[in-house]
């Protein structure tokens, strides 16, 4: 079984751009998805930053 999160930002402009070296951007990317053994993609939304998560259940499961 797989765990899904989604993140939507709402009531903002649509940003320019994803910062891809940031300390944010290096959490949501990378870090989060690599201590959970998943994948997470950051995207521009029409309304600000959209972040979903996918990893194992048990994964989450485990660290409870």
Known sequence: QRF???WKETGGKKPKSIPRSGFG???LQRYVPAALNGEAALRAGRLG??????APLSELLERG
């Open 4 to 6: 899904r999160f989604s």
């Open 25 to 27: 951007s290096q959490v």
């Open 49 to 54: 930053i959209n972040w979903t998560l996918r």
